[in-house]
């Protein structure tokens, strides 16, 4: 997957 799709997710899918 992209870098930038991965920025993406974490947005939604914080991994805290």
């Known amino acids: 997957m992209p870098q ?3 920025l ?3 947005m939604q899918n ?3």
């Open 4 to 6: 930038i799709f991965s």
């Open 8 to 10: 993406a997710s974490d």
């Open 14 to 16: 914080p991994r805290v």
